[in-house]
């Protein structure tokens, strides 16, 4: 009988199908946190200075304290995404955080909503300079869209 084939073979496409969509989520060996998929997209950019905050430089941490956002660029299967940063530093460590989310599709903001609600679990009360996270509450790629953005803000912060 054949059925019983077709039906197997059906069900290993779809499972192959949902390896392939999964393994696009996994975090991969150190990629840079922009890349080009050949389309043309202009930079993200940021403010070049601090939002709100006494602007005192902490001669410790090298870094000023203040509130400074950028933005953070990041390649997903759907292609280039972005997610927005604000960070608070006190005495070169991170008070606050915020993310400004900005998707292309619903897994987009699947993903950054999840990265979103965990990631200030993870850097308040750390040093600017410790951070580097790779996967927050499930989300792997926008941790690189993050990274990049915290890259700016130490530039803008010194």
């Known amino acids: 009988m054949s059925f019983p084939v077709r039906k197997s073979v059906f069900v290993g496409i779809a499972g192959l199908s949902l390896i392939g969509t999964v393994a696009g989520c996994a975090p991969s060996a150190q990629a840079p946190a922009a890349q080009s998929n050949g389309a043309s997209t202009a930079p993200a950019t940021s403010s070049g200075a601090p939002i709100a905050g006494t602007g005192s ?62 990631i200030r679990a993870q850097i308040v009360g750390r040093k600017l300079d410790e951070l580097n996270v790779s996967k927050v509450a499930g989300s792997s790629l926008t941790s690189g869209g993050f990274n990049g953005a915290v890259e700016k803000i130490k530039a803008e912060a010194k």
């Open 57 to 118: 430089s902490s001669a410790a941490s090298g870094y000023k304290d203040g509130t400074y956002s950028a933005d953070g660029n990041y390649v997903s299967p759907n292609g280039t995404e972005t997610v927005g940063v604000e960070l608070t530093l006190s005495g070169g460590t991170v008070s606050d955080v915020s993310i400004t989310q900005h998707p292309s599709n619903p897994n987009t903001r699947k993903f950054q909503g999840e990265f979103a609600g965990g």
